[in-house]
């Protein structure tokens, strides 16, 4: 090298900057690459899957209090509000399943979510009997009903949503 003229070292030299600084540059787009997937997974899929599972949970929880205004409280008008609110709180739960069904894609997902659409059924299918009963003047039935019944498959739901929220954000 020492024989080489001055600036037949400075070009050599500077071709040797400038493919360094291109292997730099490349190196740079690959990790923005990368960073940009994870952060479109975060945004299109997790934050929306967090949120509807929020919904599912808050959900569950409006239907529990509202049973239990319906056995507790007396006016019409307020039995009337527990039904309404009910009603629309699984309306809001159904598009809310039609959402994470759409979203969630592995299998362990999938199965979490099966066992949640499987505790909601009968969570549904047990607060439709109970609301029946307070309804046919059975209240003392209606009550054991939910305590014995309803209460531990409600539980059942919630801690399957918890599951996938948990399983949601590895």
Do not use: C, W
């Amino acid at each position: 090298m020492n024989k080489l003229k001055i600036s037949t070292r400075l070009a050599v030299a500077f071709a040797i900057m400038v493919l360094l600084l291109a292997a730099l540059g490349s190196v740079a787009l690959l990790r923005s690459a990368t960073q940009r997937a994870a952060l479109d997974d975060i945004v299109d899929m997790r934050i929306p899957i967090t949120k509807s599972l929020g919904m599912v949970a808050d959900g569950v929880n409006v239907q529990a209090i509202q049973l239990r205004n319906l056995a507790i409280f007396s006016s019409e008008a307020i039995t009337k509000s527990s039904r309404e609110r009910i009603t629309a709180v699984r309306g809001t739960l159904a598009e809310q399943f039609k959402v994470l069904d759409s979203l969630i894609r592995t299998d362990k997902g999938r199965e979490i979510q099966t066992r949640m659409q499987q505790h909601r059924a009968e969570f549904l299918k047990l607060g439709d009997q109970y609301i029946g009963m307070l309804q046919q003047g059975q209240k003392e039935e209606a009550l054991r009903l939910l305590e014995e019944t309803v209460r531990p498959v409600q539980l059942a739901y919630q801690a399957t949503i918890a599951e996938q929220v948990a399983y949601q954000a590895q």
